[in-house]
Nanobody, 128 residues
Framework: QVQLVESGGGLVQAGDSLRLSCAAS????????VGWFRQAPGKEREFVAA????????DYTDSVKGRFTISRDNAKNTVYLQMNSLKPEDTAVYYC?????????????????????WGQGTQVTVSS
């Protein structure tokens, strides 16, 4: 059974940093694209960042560019989201998602329906 488990969320103050982790089990995702999404209360789930299988190609939504960094350790089957200079508007449940199929290193997707596996989410709350 494939599982994605997010961790690292919490309650922080504006300007602080957090590092989220997404650990996969049940199969390897070393050749698959992975993305981070978030959902704030009353809002739709939105794309945050994506990374190709080799960790070189990345994509970010404009609101987090320069503050968030996505990375991966394929040996650990884990993807990370380093979040710096957090703002209250970053408050949301953060989800990681993975493609089921092997993709090229530059394959990056922003749409929810292009990912096959999802974690249960981790809450990030940023106070002002």
């Amino acid at each position: 059974q494939v599982q994605l488990v997010e961790s690292g969320g919490g309650l922080v103050q504006a300007g602080d940093s957090l590092r989220l982790s997404c650990a996969a089990s049940g199969r390897t995702f070393s050749r698959n694209a992975v993305g981070w999404f978030r959902q704030a209360p009353g809002k739709e789930r939105e794309f945050v960042a994506a990374i190709g299988w080799n960790g070189v190609s990345t994509d970010y939504t404009d609101s987090v560019k320069g503050r968030f960094t996505i990375s991966r350790d394929n040996a650990k089957n884990t993807v990370y989201l380093q979040m710096n200079s957090l703002k209250p508007e970053d408050t949301a449940v953060y989800y990681c998602a993975a493609k089921a199929t092997i993709s090229s290193a530059t394959y990056l997707r922003r749409r929810i329906n292009e990912y096959d596996y999802w974690g249960q989410g981790t809450q990030v709350t940023v106070s002002s």
